[in-house]
């Protein structure tokens, strides 16, 4: 991807997120079908530029189901991502040689970006139950349009 996908793609998540500053919670439950459409908005996060927190908490809302739920059920549907992620890792270390340095590493690595999720998270949850989710389309547009600059 260029930068031109990338700043578009930041510019349409920016666009996800202003619009869920009018929608009203309807306190729907995490049902088959609505866990399915906010995993489609994780799995469209495999574009460059579209976050993946803020494409799974906007198509939750946009489903109807409360900001705290949908906040830490978009934590939860990361874990096995990010688990997923160091697995594959630690099998390819383990077919080419493991290094254990290269090993504590990555597990480091993954502790330190499930702990800093983890107060993200619980911060993002304060700004979603105040209703501000909107306030970051603005760094997504802001982005996107220097990355459409910067061609």
């Excluded at 469209?44 to 409360?66: C, D, E, K, N, Q």
């Amino acid at each position: 991807m260029n930068s031109t996908s990338v700043g578009i793609m930041l510019i349409v998540t920016g666009v996800l997120l202003f619009l869920t500053h009018w929608l009203s919670s309807e306190n729907k439950s995490l049902g088959w079908g609505n866990t399915f459409g906010v995993g489609l908005a994780q799995a469209m996060a495999i574009l460059p530029g579209i976050s993946r927190s803020g494409s799974t908490i906007s198509a939750g809302l946009y489903l109807g189901i409360p900001r705290s739920r949908v906040a830490d059920f978009s934590f939860l549907m990361v874990i096995p991502v990010i688990a997923g992620a160091m697995l594959l890792k630690i099998v390819e270390m383990a077919e080419t040689g493991i290094d254990i340095t290269a090993l504590w590493i990555l597990i480091v690595g993954f502790l330190s970006a499930f702990v800093s999720g983890y107060y993200a998270l619980k911060y993002l949850i304060k700004v979603l139950q105040k209703g501000g989710l909107h306030w970051f389309a603005l760094y997504c547009w802001a982005l996107g349009l220097v990355a459409l600059v910067a061609i």
